[in-house]
């Protein structure tokens, strides 16, 4: 299997044109698919949902040549390679020592078992109205989940996704019947006005400006605020389990507890 056939395996989850699709619809930026191509059979592939210093340690470990990222190793323009760019260096050395890196990023995020759906699911729901909808995804949800006081569902969202660094804001008394989820940094005007006309009880994201949080908390809507990483790695790793079953390589999924 070369880089090009383990893209084509992940795209059956994603694929490319999801990202540039969402890329119009909604003028956003992405850089998602092959980073690094050594040309190389790959042997062995890690997830990770970034490439950080500790997923190449991983991956060298265990002899893997191959690692796929959901965020971009590549995002912004790279002027020069240099050792004291941590982004740069880490491409750098994955190029150095043979290790093929691919990231699947706005794809994932709205793929129709993506990242953003997963997230509906630990957060309780099954079935959501969509705020934008794509040719074969979709990003941003309200739905019905079942009644329970804020401050018990807080305490279980934490636990479903394994964070101790999770936010909260609102009375936890408050009665949890309809929420709102949005991946990543999905905190903006229109999912605002999305979660408020879907009549949201509770909104839940990662990244907040202050000035966002407050126009939610005005509405009466409570929040609750995820790590980005605790809250996309949920659903990076339901892809990951999907996709290793049909993998001929041997795979493994790094996990850094230091963003949970």
């Not at 109205?129 to 009644?147: F, H, N, P, Q, S």
């Not at 996709?243 to 999924?253: C, M, Q, T």
């Amino acid at each position: 299997m070369k880089a090009i056939e383990l893209l084509s395996l992940l795209e059956c989850v994603g694929p490319l044109a999801l990202s540039e699709e969402f890329q119009k619809v909604c003028k956003a930026y992405d850089n998602s698919g092959i980073m690094v191509d050594t040309g190389e059979d790959i042997r062995g592939v890690l997830f990770s949902l970034d490439l950080s210093r500790g997923a190449l340690e991983e991956a060298e470990k265990r002899n893997f040549n191959a690692i796929v990222t959901h965020h971009p190793a590549i995002f912004g323009g790279i002027k020069n390679i240099s050792v004291s760019d941590p982004a740069s260096s880490l491409v750098s050395a994955c190029a150095r020592r043979g290790i093929a890196v691919i990231s699947m990023h706005l794809n994932f995020d709205a793929a129709p078992e993506g990242i953003d759906y997963n997230l509906m699911l630990g957060l309780g729901g099954t079935a959501a109205k969509t705020m934008i909808k794509l040719d074969g995804g979709a990003y941003g949800r309200v739905y019905d989940v079942k009644e329970i006081s804020f401050g018990e569902y807080a305490r279980k969202v934490a636990a479903e996704f394994g964070t101790k660094k999770m936010i909260k804001y609102g009375s936890d008394d408050k009665k949890i019947r309809r929420v709102a989820s949005f991946c990543g940094a999905g905190c903006d005007d229109g999912a605002i006005n999305f979660a408020a006309a879907e009549g949201a009880d509770a909104f839940v994201s990662s990244d907040f400006k202050h000035h966002m949080l407050a126009a939610i908390l005005a509405r009466n809507i409570n929040v609750i605020q995820l790590t980005h990483y605790s809250a996309e790695n949920y659903g990076f790793r339901k892809i990951y389990l999907k996709i290793i079953e049909g993998l001929n390589v041997p795979a493994a999924y790094f996990c850094d507890e230091n963003f949970m």
